[in-house]
């Protein structure tokens, strides 16, 4: 098990303002009072990261590094100083594999050059930019606080710094966006020279300002057939700028992948450090506590902030293999469905006749999702897994 690649996730939980389609465990600094302090709130952070690779050490499974995340939220709030400081920890804790890649996300408005400057210092050689969109009124209607050509001058300006790989997110799909505004976000996102771009259609989460708005009649969702379109828009637009998918809903130039995230696709181990946080070792997964103030508090105590914990069955382990690797372009292959997948021998030829994987990488024994495929990866998925015999499935 030792052997297995080993990542860390960095859950940085503030944000400046919260956006009107936003569930994530995230905090304003009116929401959190005086409970907890951005201020300080890294040395919680790094008191976890010592009790994790105190936990690995006893187990016997610490080992370097080989990619660390900061997400959120907005890690870059509290600053690029004590980012560096938490990153400095793991460094010390458990050592940092050569060549080791290191993200953080940013918002356009939340970093500058000086930022930029010490970040790339401190050791990061990646910084994924939530841009969303280039149109205002988009911007708008997301909450989002940074101007149109906030987001490239950023992206421009790490290039500028040093830093290996920039990466971009797009949203589509927003009420009110056409398709003339998503060609112009997709301009702005080829003209910044990034390397990596995300894109991800909309969701309306329940509960959140967006959707009480959609709720009221204010705003109104595509059609899935609009949505469909615009994914393909995408596509087409970044392929032909030499950045290839690797996952259905993410692009990049040759090297320019994001090793973090494909290590999740990929089920390796990664260690959760802030609250909320998700861990998965050997197919054992388990989270922090949510709330800031109660994960700091546990720690401040000198205990674990972990409120819950599963263990994976061997159906379970398998059908998330196949649900995440189907999502990449290396696919699965066939023969880790086993030798009861498919039992009347149809779905997969099925699959092919319709178009939704490729008949060339099938050949060769692996499942990769088409174009088409890609647009509806959530149904062929569920028919791969339906698939499977009765002993077979969780």
Known sequence: MSARPLSIYVHVPFCASRCGYCDFNTYTATELGDAVSRDTFHRVLIEEVRMAATDLRAQGRAREVQTVFFGGGTPTLIGPSALGEVLQSIRDELGLAPGAEVTTEANPDSIDQAGLDALLAAGFTRISLGMQSSASHVLRILDRTHTPGRSVAMARAARRAGFAHVSLDLIYGTPGESDADLRG??????????????????????????????????????????????????????????????????????????????????????????????????????????????????????????????????AERRTERVMLAMRMRSGLPVAELGDGHDRDGTVIDRLRGRGLVDASALDDGRLVLTRPGRLLADAVIREILDAASPDQQG
């Open 185 to 314: 976000s997709l301009d702005a996102v080829l003209d910044s020279g990034v390397d990596h771009v995300s894109a991800y259609a909309l969701i309306v989460e329940d509960g959140t300002p967006l959707a009480r708005r959609i709720a009221r009649g204010e705003l109104s969702m595509p059609d899935d057939d609009i949505a469909a379109s615009r994914y393909e828009l995408i596509d087409d637009a970044l392929v032909a700028a030499g950045l290839d998918w690797y996952e259905v809903s993410n692009w990049a130039k040759p090297a320019g992948q994001c090793r973090h995230n494909i290590a999740y696709w990929r089920s390796d181990d990664w260690w959760g450090i802030g609250p909320g946080a998700h861990s998965h070792l050997g197919g054992v997964r388990w989270w922090n506590a949510k709330h800031p103030r109660t994960y700091a508090d546990a720690l401040s105590a000198g205990q674990s902030p972990r409120s819950g914990i599963e263990h994976l069955t061997e």
